[in-house]
């Protein structure tokens, strides 16, 4: 099994609402990421989970909340969101090494109206 | 830090014909660098790394990519291109952030588009 599942595919949020992103690998990846992608530009890294532990966070606003319960699931917590915030998610799974390529998943189409 | 640079913004080729996607590469030590491809409304798919070893690395779909150290590139190619792999794709590299911790930093993108 080599797919990683985003849920929901869709999300429209207002800027009050608080709403939370789903992630779940069972490749037995140790390492996890949460990226933003704006249309047709590269993925921007937020954040990185190795071993369940938070171990890069790339200066992201804190109305972004990430969370490893295990290390299948990656969730990602959204609280008073901007506009601009409005963008694809991915999540992306890989071996800790960073030798190792990464899996992503289809996405979160978040629109913050 | 690490970076990669994808100098075309879009590439068009007819089907059939060989394609080329460019990506050179600035980084200090050995350089560990990633294909990516994304289709529409689609995360990123893994084509192919250069970690070490043969210059010419084959990956999915029939891709592969040249490993250049005196031009300090990794292009990606194909012989023969199909209107299918008309999609987004990303040259990535290992990188370092300011906490130490390694990442990919990712080239800003190239759209390729294969004409029937």
């Known amino acids: 099994d080599t797919e990683v599942t985003q849920t929901p595919k869709h999300l429209v949020m207002g800027m009050t609402n608080k709403k939370s992103l789903k992630c779940e690998q069972h490749m037995g990846h140790r390492a996890m990421y949460w990226y933003k992608q704006k249309a047709k530009k590269p993925p921007e890294l937020m954040f990185v989970y190795s071993y369940e532990k938070l171990s890069i966070n790339e200066s992201v606003p804190s109305r972004f909340s990430p969370e490893c319960p295990n290390s299948s699931l990656l969730n990602l917590h959204l609280h008073a969101l901007q506009p601009e915030d409005s963008a694809l998610y991915l999540c992306a799974s890989s071996q800790v090494t960073i030798s190792y390529e990464q899996y992503f998943g289809p996405g979160t189409r978040l629109t913050v109206t | 830090a690490q970076s990669v640079a994808q100098p075309e913004d879009q590439v068009n080729v007819a089907e059939g014909n060989p394609l080329t996607v460019k990506c050179t590469y600035s980084?200090?030590?050995?350089?560990?660098l990633f294909w990516y491809v994304q289709y529409p409304n689609r995360g990123l798919q893994f084509l192919l790394k250069?970690?070490?070893?043969?210059?010419l690395v084959k990956g999915s779909y029939g891709f592969e990519a040249e490993f250049n150290k005196s031009q300090t590139s990794f292009h990606l190619k194909k012989p023969s291109a199909l209107v299918s792999d008309s999609a987004l794709y990303f040259c990535?590299?290992?990188?370092?952030?300011?906490?130490?911790?390694?990442?990919?930093?990712f080239g800003i993108g190239t759209k390729l588009q294969v004409i029937p």
């Open positions: 250069y970690i070490t070893g043969d210059n």
């Open positions: 980084v200090s030590g050995n350089p560990y």
């Open positions: 990535a590299v290992r990188d370092v952030n300011s906490g130490g911790y390694q990442k990919v930093t």
